[in-house]
């Protein structure tokens, strides 16, 4: 959500909950991870594979030489 941008009642609507549904989820997040702020629950998300994540430009490739 915060990497994209979203508002909060934006991203609530999107994900089909109340915003006061969504405050309630990310504190309980925050809380099962020991964190304080929405970007240290990120960083811990991506660190303990909460989430998925993707490479921002695939790998450069080398074209064959002849």
């Known amino acids: 959500m915060d990497v994209h941008g979203l508002t909060d009642p934006t991203a609530a609507t999107q994900l089909g909950l109340s915003p006061r549904t969504l405050h309630r989820r990310l ?14 629950l990120g960083g811990h998300a991506v660190r303990h594979g909460w989430v998925e994540t993707r ?12």
Do not use: E
């Not at 504190?27 to 240290?40: E, P, S, Y």
């Not at 490479?55 to 002849?66: E, G, L, M, N, Q």
């Open 27 to 40: 504190r309980r997040l925050m809380d099962l991870a020991g964190v304080r702020t929405r970007m240290q």
């Open 55 to 66: 490479s921002a430009r695939p790998a450069p490739t080398r074209p064959d030489v002849a």
